[in-house]
């Protein structure tokens, strides 16, 4: 089975503008979560979308924002970007029971200039 | 609420050693799942074992092995004959259930082998 894939892998914006990243899930998995990792802050937990419905929010600002298709396949959006949104974004996919184990992504590398 | 500690600095192994990762837990949750994640320089997380709150039997993976003790509430790994490859940041993380799902992550070990 291929793994999680995650689009682009590296992006480079300038503040107030925004972006798009994309993940696809493993075969079969219906879960998929979005993660933040920084280097002051750690991993932190953005949201979780199960058949193309949030289940799960993390403590993010509205800027934040995903959804999830019809085949599993997940966006997520940052809209008005600042400097500190500058972080590794992971993609984490399951089959969506809990607890369950989440498989990630290589991870999308944002720098906001 | 949930929180992982990890408390140890860089740790520091000579290839072909065993080493101990040492996570405490905290939750209210009475089923939860604890994970060991591998992070290398190249930033991606890397699934390494599971152990669940009902499990009878410490988790074991090649050469991967938690040591779960539920009383004490701690999840140490064990890597057992270290390889210069084991040398990444390693994650202790656990999820229970419904709005506990989510993947709550320790700071983090940093773990070198030496040859």
């Known amino acids: 089975k291929a793994g999680v894939t995650q689009t682009p892998r590296y992006l480079i914006k300038t503040r107030g503008q925004q972006v798009t990243l994309s993940c696809s899930p493993i075969?079969?998995?219906?879960?998929v979560s979005w993660y933040q990792q920084t280097p002051g802050q750690g991993l932190q937990f953005l949201f979780e979308y199960f058949s193309e419905t949030q289940r799960n929010k993390g403590n993010f600002p509205g800027r934040f924002s995903g959804r999830q298709f019809s085949n599993s396949r997940s966006e997520m959006n940052v809209s008005t970007l600042e400097l500190g949104d500058s972080a590794l974004y992971l993609c984490?996919?399951?089959?969506?029971?809990?607890?369950?184990?989440?498989?990630f992504g290589p991870g999308t590398r944002l720098t906001v200039l | 609420a949930q929180k992982i500690t990890q408390t140890q600095p860089g740790m520091f192994v000579q290839e072909k050693e065993a080493v101990t990762l040492d996570c405490t837990y905290d939750?209210?949750?009475?089923?939860?799942?604890l994970f060991w994640y591998k992070q290398p320089s190249s930033g991606e997380m890397i699934f390494l074992i599971y152990?669940?709150?009902?499990?009878?039997q410490n988790a074991t993976e090649g050469r991967y092995s938690l040591n779960f003790q539920k009383a004490r509430k701690s999840a140490n790994l064990v890597i057992s004959a270290s390889q210069l490859g084991d040398s990444a940041m390693y994650f202790c993380?656990?999820?229970?259930?419904?709005?506990?799902?989510?993947?709550?992550f320790g700071k983090g070990i940093t773990l070198s082998v030496r040859p």
């Open positions: 152990q669940g709150s009902y499990d009878q």
């Open positions: 993380a656990m999820s229970g259930t419904g709005a506990n799902s989510k993947l709550t």
């Open positions: 939750t209210s949750d009475p089923s939860y799942g």
């Open positions: 075969s079969g998995h219906r879960s």
């Open positions: 984490a996919s399951s089959l969506g029971g809990s607890p369950d184990t989440q498989y």
